[in-house]
């Protein structure tokens, strides 16, 4: 016979078990609380800081009042309040677009859009560095698609072009969740900009909206570039916005065609009218001089802390091809996961708290540390993180 728990225990058994739980009792932007320690926060997406800002929890906590906890529905069904219309109608206009969808999780929507984007005529070339809800969503749709690299983006690019014949989607992120900035944007763009029929850029900035350029309209804006020459936004308010919930951006016929099609919004729960209530304080203070001042300080400590691993060592990296790395993301890479194993847990062990990432997140000879910046970092925060790394000479 054979045993579903024999079964699960050999499954187990092939894991490369990485993902204990921190046990998270109370916490900010500077500092996050467990059972046994206060450890300083280089592991969070509290990007500027708005997840405990009192104003936007007190509009939370007055739309619950009026709502309810949860939405009780679906969005095509009870589930759909004047918050939830009135953010998207804002986060469009905000991002210079006709149309906004919203979803519960940014996870949700990737996983959702590509089966109704993509037939047999389409290709999708997909960004290997790409966040694994994009990948789940892309193998759930079966489509046809390439992989590609900054090593290998103009070979691409001349392959799309070639194919005229041929529907193409790419898709790549502003801010890699493991890697910091997107180095080739600008090509992207240009290449949409030669084929606007037959190509349908979407970009993915969960990690840059909100924290990043002037106006806070993500990495794009960062670069240099404008946000609404691509076709589909998407991005989250689980990070700068710090609350909850994921959207994505585009022209009136693409968002209704997806709101009328994708059964990951269809047929869930709407995110609660008080989560989107919440976020419209959040867009409100982003886009005022307050967020603006909050996006300085990131700069600032993006800066500042680049400053320090210039000068320290040589395994952060800041430069991807010549592009400076203007994410809040920023890595320590390993090529050993014994030395990450022991610098992780010399700095658990001196109160702070960073992301420790290994395969098959990333390449098995690319461990690393992910330091997660934040606009309420003090620069004593990252010299002493420095420190500590830099007195582990015998790790390094």
């Known amino acids: ?43 969070s997406n509290d ?15 007055m739309a619950a009042n009026v709502y ?9 069904l009870s589930g759909y309040t004047e918050e939830h219309d009135l953010l998207s109608s804002e986060i469009a206009s905000w991002l ?29 070339w997909l960004d290997r560095n790409c966040h694994a809800s994009h990948i789940d969503g892309i193998l759930l749709s079966k489509a046809k698609f390439s992989s590609f690299t900054d090593a290998n983006i103009d070979s691409m690019i001349d392959k799309i072009k070639l194919q ?50 002037e106006n806070g309209f993500g990495t794009l804006e960062q670069l240099g570039l404008q946000t609404n020459d691509i076709d589909l936004f998407i991005g989250t308010f689980g990070k700068a916005f710090g609350t909850h919930g994921g959207f994505i951006c585009g022209n009136e016929n693409l968002i209704e065609y997806l709101q009328q099609s994708v059964r990951s919004q269809i047929y869930s729960t709407n995110l609660p009218p008080s989560i989107a209530a919440a976020t419209r304080k959040s867009l409100e203070i982003i886009k ?29 990296t800041n ?43 990333v390449p098995k000879d690319k461990p690393r540390l992910r330091i997660s910046l934040n606009a309420l970092q003090p620069n004593q925060d990252l010299d002493f993180l420095i420190e500590q790394i830099n007195s582990m000479d015998n790790i390094l």
Request: aromatic share 10%.
């Open 1 to 43: 016979m054979v045993k579903w728990a024999n079964y699960i225990a050999k499954r187990y058994e092939s894991l490369l078990v990485l993902r204990p739980r921190i046990l998270r009792l109370s916490g900010n932007a500077r500092y996050l609380t467990t059972k046994t320690k206060k450890h300083l926060n280089f592991i």
């Open 47 to 61: 990007y500027l800081g708005l997840s405990t800002n009192t104003e936007i929890v007190e509009a939370f906590n």
């Open 96 to 124: 210079g677009f006709n149309r906004c969808l919203l979803f519960n999780s940014g996870f949700q929507l990737n996983v959702g859009i590509y089966s109704q984007l993509v037939d047999s005529d389409t290709m999708l």
């Open 319 to 361: 430069y991807q091809n010549g592009i400076y790395n203007q994410s809040p993301i920023q890595l320590l890479i390993f090529s050993d996961s014994n030395q990450l194993d022991a610098i992780h847990t010399r700095l658990f062990d001196n109160n702070i708290l960073v992301g420790k990432i290994k395969y098959p997140t």
């Open 288 to 316: 005022s001089d307050e967020g603006r001042a909050l996006r300085k300080r990131l700069r600032n400590n993006i800066s500042y802390f680049s400053s320090l691993t210039d000068k320290n060592s040589p395994n952060f």
């Open 164 to 213: 005229t014949d041929k529907r193409h989607l790419i898709l790549t992120e502003g801010s890699f969740s493991m890697d910091g900035t997107c180095s080739y944007l600008n090509k992207l763009l240009q290449l949409k900009k030669s084929s606007p029929d037959n190509v349908l850029l979407i970009i993915d900035d969960a990690h840059g909206v909100g924290a990043l350029g």
């Open 68 to 76: 309810g906890l949860g939405s009780t529905g679906a969005p095509t």
